[in-house]
């Protein structure tokens, strides 16, 4: 298996041109991995193997939790928030 997948190339959707697996891996998001490398690369190998194998299980659980999340979660956690507020408003 040829486990050196930086070399493959494709269209960004960030960018709009042509950018290689090794920049979604290590470029853009301040050396660290792009929060759509999972989304963006799925069809051409197992990514999440292979991020699985090169990153640590920290770094590989942030990556895999990044970028924006879902609206239903956001309003859940906006209104959890609310409410820690105001219980800590009514101490
Ligand atoms: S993983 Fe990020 S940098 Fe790479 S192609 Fe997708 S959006 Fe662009």
Not at 18 to 36: E, H, I, L, N, T
Not at 41 to 60: G, I, R
Not at 65 to 87: E, W, Y
């Amino acid at each position: 298996m040829d486990e050196n997948k930086d070399y493959l190339e494709q269209r960004c959707p960030r960018l709009g041109g042509q950018v290689s697996f090794g920049y979604c891996r290590m470029g853009p998001d301040d050396g660290a991995a792009c929060w759509k490398i999972f989304d963006c690369w799925w069809e051409y190998f197992d990514v999440v193997e292979y991020l699985k194998k090169y990153l640590s299980e920290e770094q590989f659980n942030t990556l895999a939790n990044a970028g924006p999340q879902p609206k239903m979660v956001s309003l859940v956690d906006l209104i959890q928030q609310a409410k820690k507020r105001t219980a800590a408003g009514n101490r």
